[in-house]
């Protein structure tokens, strides 16, 4: 009896010490380690990377390339990587997706593209493609209406304004127009609240749905209660609703050109299926535009020689600049928003997660230049920003707003991707680029130039990146 014990004991012992001895041959061919103090739910990464997005840098400095978080019993549960092979790996392929979105995101934004993977993506992707035709993005009208309120707002203050703010309600103006078909001046049309409260209660909705998340569901009960998260949620849909059933009813909507609301609803499943798209498109619209703009008005006044420089070029052309077809082919413009987008994406990383065994061209083996395989059920956090950093791909001065580099460099789909890659890349590009370009040139238009403006930059990324000092200016009247 005594010899069986033995036996058994020793076969438990070698198969222990070979699953330990495959373990360590299996970590050392993986991506090196951030160190994590929270083995459990790694939020001594989460919550600096968030708060002060430059730490996602720092990190990758630190680690490398690619490297992994371990929890207690996987070596390897999460990648992060600004590896451009890699991320383009993982943007593009199949057995990549991000359906984990659902349970943080579901109850306030329903169950649309941003959280659907495969036929159900592809379904809900050629719904929404009609609504970004040309003549919905060439017309200007709304927003020429959307720059002199805004140019206004500024002469009022003397110059002096939070541009943040003004941006976020004046393109929160024209995503009511061009998604929903509403004017958000209106009222008593039926509406069961006006603009401003929806905004105020969509800000309040994408913070609980952010802390949802990051955290999951159960932590973010005790963070906020849920009751008013409900009823932030109810009120929301009641407004989106209103959009809808004047489609149902086919009653005219505020807009010339056919909203998002007119072409989804009739495509959709149930009312459920266009709210839930009409609403992410409405969240894949908000504080991204705007922030692309701050950053490019707070990084101009650095270099006040281009502003100079558009001004004589709106000067010499007149009105007909303002056309999508002009604004695209200006090359200072066009500069300007690229080297914005490379220096400060709004998106400096995305998760995605494997839904299938699979594997990464770099960042395993003794020298971390290697394939190495990713089981089903990691997850990937693709660094954007660390590529738009590369002293390789953009020159020694990578660190530097520099518009006229584009003069020169040309990157690859692979090295320059503020706007996604592969088939889930942004459908908005060319409606964000033109009102970007418009909103910029009616303000070099107007002003002389920019003077004092929030020098500080320290950016959050709890949706999209945008400075947590703020974007205080002072435009020269
Ligand atoms: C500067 C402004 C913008 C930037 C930088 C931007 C960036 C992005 C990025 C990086 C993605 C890919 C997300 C992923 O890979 O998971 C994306 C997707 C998307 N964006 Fe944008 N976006 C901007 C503005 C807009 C606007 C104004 C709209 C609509 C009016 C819009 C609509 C969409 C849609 C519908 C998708 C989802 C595509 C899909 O999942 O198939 N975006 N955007």
């Known amino acids: ?136 993005i060439d017309n200007f009208e709304v927003l020429e209406g959307v720059a002199d309120g805004l140019v206004r707002k500024i002469e009022e203050a003397d110059g002096k304004v939070e541009m943040g703010a003004l941006l976020y309600d004046a393109l929160m103006h024209s995503s009511m127009h061009f998604i929903l078909g ?141 056309t999508w077809e002009r604004l695209r082919a200006n090359p200072t413009i066009q500069n300007i928003l690229s080297e914005t987008l490379r220096l400060r994406p709004v998106f400096p990383q995305f998760g995605r997660l494997a839904l299938r065994d699979t594997v990464l061209p770099s960042g395993g083996g003794p020298s971390h230049d290697q394939p190495f395989p990713i089981p089903k059920g990691t997850f990937a956090i693709t660094s954007t920003w660390g590529i738009h950093l590369s002293k390789e791909i953009y020159g020694p001065d990578a660190d530097e707003w520099k518009p006229e580099r584009w003069d020169s460099v040309k990157p690859s789909s692979k090295e320059f991707a503020a706007f996604g890659q592969g088939p889930r890349a942004c459908l908005g590009k060319d409606k964000a680029l033109a009102e970007a370009a418009y909103l910029l040139m009616r303000l070099v238009k107007r002003f002389e130039g920019v003077g004092d403006v929030t020098r500080e930059w320290k950016p959050d990324s709890t949706f999209s990146m945008k400075n947590s000092k703020g974007y205080k200016v002072a435009f020269k009247i």
């Not at 360590?24 to 994590?36: A, E, N, Q």
């Not at 909705?205 to 949620?233: D, H, K, N, Q």
């Open 1 to 136: 009896m005594q010899q069986l014990y033995l036996i058994i004991g020793s076969i438990l012992a070698c198969h222990v010490s070979y699953l330990f001895i495959r373990r360590r041959i299996r970590v050392r061919s993986l991506p090196p380690k951030f160190w994590t103090w929270d083995p459990i739910m790694n939020f001594d990464w989460i919550i600096p990377t968030v708060m002060d997005a430059r730490k996602q840098l720092t990190y990758l400095e630190k680690y490398g390339d690619t490297y992994r978080l371990p929890k207690l019993t996987n070596p390897m549960t999460t990648i992060v990587t600004r590896n451009p092979e890699n991320v383009h790996a993982i943007n593009t392929g199949k057995e990549w997706g991000i359906e984990f979105r659902k349970p943080g995101m579901g109850e306030m934004l329903g169950m649309g593209f941003l959280c659907a993977d495969d036929a159900e993506w592809m379904r809900s992707r050629k719904m929404l493609r009609p609504a970004f035709n040309r003549p919905n």
């Open 182 to 322: 509403i004017d958000s001046t209106k009222k008593n049309d039926g509406r069961p609240m006006d603009a401003q409260t929806f905004n105020k209660l969509w800000q309040e909705g994408v913070l609980g749905m952010g802390i949802r998340l990051l955290f999951g569901r159960s932590v973010s009960r005790l963070l906020l209660p849920s009751a008013r998260y409900t009823y932030v949620c109810n009120q929301l849909h009641s407004f989106i609703d209103f959009a809808i059933e004047r489609q149902e009813k086919h009653l005219p909507s505020d807009r010339k050109t056919s909203p998002m609301a007119e072409i989804v609803t009739p495509q959709a499943k149930d009312r459920a299926d266009a709210r839930a798209q009409l609403m992410q498109t409405m969240l894949a619209s908000q504080d991204t535009t705007g922030v692309l703009t701050c950053n490019a008005i707070q990084l101009l006044s650095s270099r006040p020689d281009i502003w100079a420089q558009l001004r004589a070029e709106v000067s010499a052309a007149g009105a007909e600049l303002f």
